[in-house]
């Protein structure tokens, strides 16, 4: 019978997750769980527009043509409201993710797409982008800023490098149909 990764890789898995990203899980906890919460500090609404701002910048005309094309099974409304649903719940607010999509399954879920480190690349760039341009206004703006970029910069890797984790009984989608591009 297969078994899933032993607690032997995943160690090993988050030491390299670590190494790629500069940020220890430890260091992700505490930007994703020192109170108040992000979802909280940020606020939905500006966690929303975040997610709004990412997705224009995502299907832009000057976007690498190899990264948008990850996306064209996906609308930027649906992928936004997809996106924030997730960070809002991930970031301690209400579980809406969760009510509207199920489990989180991040590896899952992107396991039908080829994302390797120059999609990750773009990823980040755009959303440091999304985060400055939203991110604003207040006295801590840069301390939530900041925090952000952790958790994005943390997972991105985790998503990455975690691709070889995937059972592939838990692929969510065809990875068939989305392979190729970045
Ligand atoms: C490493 C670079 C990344 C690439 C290239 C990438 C690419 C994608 C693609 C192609 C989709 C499918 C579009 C859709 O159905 O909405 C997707 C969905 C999603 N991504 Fe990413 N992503 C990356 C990183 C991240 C990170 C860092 C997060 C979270 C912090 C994230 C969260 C999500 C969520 C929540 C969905 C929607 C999943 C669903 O509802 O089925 N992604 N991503």
């Not at 899980?25 to 979802?39: E, F, N, W």
């Not at 590896?107 to 797409?113: C, E, I, K, V």
Request: with cysteine; net charge positive; aromatic share 10%.
């Amino acid at each position: 019978m297969a078994t899933g990764p032993s607690y032997i890789q995943y160690t090993a898995f988050y030491a390299e997750v670590e190494a790629a990203s500069g940020i220890s899980r430890a260091a992700r906890d505490v930007a994703v769980g020192t109170p108040p919460s992000l979802a909280t500090a940020v606020g939905v609404p500006t966690l929303r527009a975040l997610s709004t701002a990412f997705y224009t910048r995502v299907f832009a005309a000057d976007t690498p043509p190899a990264f948008r094309g990850l996306f064209a099974n996906v609308t930027a409304t649906e992928a936004a409201a997809r996106q924030s649903d997730y960070l809002i719940e991930a970031l301690g607010g209400p579980p809406v993710f969760t009510a509207s999509r199920g489990a989180a399954a991040l590896l899952g879920r992107h396991a039908p797409y080829a994302v390797g480190e120059a999609g990750a690349a773009v990823w980040l760039r755009l959303m440091a982008d999304a985060v400055a341009e939203v991110v604003v206004g207040g006295e801590d703006a840069a301390a939530l800023a900041s925090r952000l970029m952790v958790f994005f910069r943390w997972t991105a890797w985790y998503i990455v490098l975690g691709r070889g984790l995937v059972n592939p009984c838990r692929v969510v989608g065809y990875r068939a149909k989305h392979d190729g591009g970045a």
